[in-house]
């Protein structure tokens, strides 16, 4: 059975071989035309305009006349407009600009005057720390500012006094800013007084300290009672609450 499927097909592709390879037509048997008029014949089809096939309208050619001979460069120069009115009209505008104008200098930040330029702290105990208040690094204390007007550039008025600050230990009494839990506390933040705390206004920025545990360390919440806090103090750059002062490596005296 397989022989025989073989030798079909070999007898088939035999016929085909011998009808493809049939004998071509003569060379009399095509038209003759000259090499004028194909020539002719192609320069009419590159000249052939289709119509538009919504209106059967043929439109006008535009870059070759009625005997199908192109226009020239000259032509096609002398048909458009030297410069778009746009364009004439912005250099117009660009040459007419006063090229020595004037701009005005920004208005230098004054320097806010300072009310305390020296102050010095008791020491307290544990470990001789500083005994600061909330009054002392009030800055509307230290300086004739409103909090309204404090920025970043503050800080860098600061006096020498309350420059000397940063990384001493200090000792603070205030209120604990009620927390998300109420024990096993490694932060919380300090705040002046209970109108600061809980239903006055918004405090000042300088009356939010952050206050991070010692390592090891934690606290329990302590609700509307004054206590203390003893850490190291640091001055930040931005004056925002909770950023401006904080306190690390602290302990919390209860009494």
Known sequence: MKDARQLGWLVFGCVSFAVGCGQAPSGDQYPTVSKVDAIKAQQAL??????DPMTDAVPNPTNANLN????????DADSKPAQSPVSENVATKADSKDETEVVKPAAPKQTPKLLIAEKDFST????????????????????EIKESELSKDTTQHFPQWLRKLDGQKVRMRGFMYPPFQASELVGFTLTRDTSACCFGPNPKVCYLID???????????????PFDVVGVFHIGEEVAPGKLYTIDDAVVIPK
């Open 46 to 51: 590159e000249n052939a305009v289709a119509p």
């Open 68 to 75: 199908g001979e192109k226009k020239s460069d000259a032509d």
């Open 124 to 143: 307290t105990a544990p470990e001789n720390s500083l005994r600061v208040t909330f009054d002392d690094v009030d800055l509307e204390k230290v300086f």
């Open 211 to 225: 206050v991070w545990m010692k390592k090891g360390k934690t606290t329990d919440y302590i609700e509307n009672r």
